[in-house]
């Protein structure tokens, strides 16, 4: 009898032992910290701002946030080498979009590799023949690129993708074609899995490219984070250009999410030295919760 008691009370002591591993896993495992940064392409006439006198501030702007990804727009290939060195924790998907290999700007996703394993990944093009590299679509005075990146979180085995995108900053039919194209892939690259979407979009929460994305009608919209979250940080606009207080601000930049349990934090990060900003948008970063 005394060891039926003492069998019991080991059995419950494991038991709970076992139920507090798991519990501790699972709430790691489902908060992922996502970032958004339009961190300007390397151009010598931006000076003052030239990429070598802000690359410090662009990093430190984003390790003080540590994401677990973070996609970035406008990035030339010696910028995603540079952002290479300076997060060796992290694993890099993306091409150029001009050939895609190394020329023109990437539209690149960061991971962290301790963090995730690498499933698949890809790049299409913004165009009437996506798979061509280096297409350009309609209207856009540019190349346009989505990246995008299936992921297996090592602790929990939950899988989901993330894309990054830039949308063209002058076509408007060619923004419009580009929101239906991306809802697409998102439906036929992630299906029911959950999705993130991050970037530049060149699009205000009233136009006609961010109305298609949000469509309620659609079964398959996407929800845009910072709506669907109630702990939010930082001004509603994210494009300022460099000099603080030197344009009139817009909200263009991003984080769409889709069969997502919860969106926790949004913030817009506006930290800058009292003149410039890193960059001239502002990055974006939100923590999600995916089960």
């Not at 998102?186 to 929460?205: H, R």
């Not at 984070?225 to 603080?244: D, L, M, Q, S």
Request: net charge neutral; glycine share 6%; with cysteine.
């Amino acid at each position: 009898m005394a060891y039926s008691f003492f069998r019991k009370i080991e059995t419950l002591f494991f038991t709970l032992i076992g139920l507090f591993y798991c519990t501790s896993a699972i709430c790691q495992s489902q908060s992922i910290d996502v970032l958004t940064y339009n961190i300007r392409f390397a151009n010598p006439d931006d000076a003052p701002n030239t990429w070598a006198n802000r690359k410090d501030d662009v990093f430190n702007l984003i390790r003080e946030v540590k994401p677990d990804i973070f996609g970035l727009q406008e990035a030339l290939y010696e910028q995603v080498i540079d952002f290479e060195v300076a997060f060796i924790g992290f694993n890099r998907v993306g091409v150029g979009r001009d050939d895609g290999n190394q020329l023109g700007e990437y539209s690149p996703i960061f991971y962290n590799h301790s963090k995730f394993v690498l499933i698949n990944s890809g790049t299409f093009w913004l165009s009437q023949t996506p798979k061509v590299a280096g297409s350009r679509g309609w209207d856009a005075a540019c190349n346009r690129v989505v990246t995008w990146i299936n992921l297996t979180e090592k602790v929990s085995g939950y899988t989901f993708t993330v894309f990054c995108t830039h949308f063209d900053h002058i076509g408007e039919i060619a923004r419009r074609n580009s929101a239906k194209l991306l809802l697409h892939a998102v439906d036929s690259i992630a299906g029911i899995k959950p999705a993130i979407i991050l970037g530049d979009f060149n699009a205000s929460p009233t136009s006609e490219p961010y109305l298609i994305l949000t469509n309620i009608a659609n079964p398959g919209k996407l929800i845009d984070a910072r709506t669907t979250c109630e702990n939010i940080k930082g001004p509603f606009y994210t494009y300022t250009g460099f000099k603080v207080g030197g344009l009139e601000p817009e909200r263009i930049d991003y984080i769409f999410v889709k069969n997502t349990d919860k969106v926790v934090l949004y913030n817009v990060n506006q930290t800058n030295n009292g003149a410039f900003y890193p960059s001239d948008h502002l990055p974006v970063n939100a923590r999600l919760i995916i089960k």
